[in-house]
């Protein structure tokens, strides 16, 4: 493990600002369902589920 990396569930909470690793979008995760987080991105035009593994915090 890295020290940048983020495997753990536990890493994202509801209300946190994120990124989509491979698309560079950024949102806010607004729900979780089971392994997956719904991310609401352009103020909510777009909302779509990720898995942890894809997404990044934002400062």
Known sequence: MGLFSSSSDDNFKIGD???VKYRGQEGYIIDKNGSLYMVSI???????SYEASDLEKCW
Request: no cysteine.
């Open 17 to 19: 600002r994120v990124r």
């Open 42 to 48: 352009n103020n909510g035009q777009i909302v779509d």
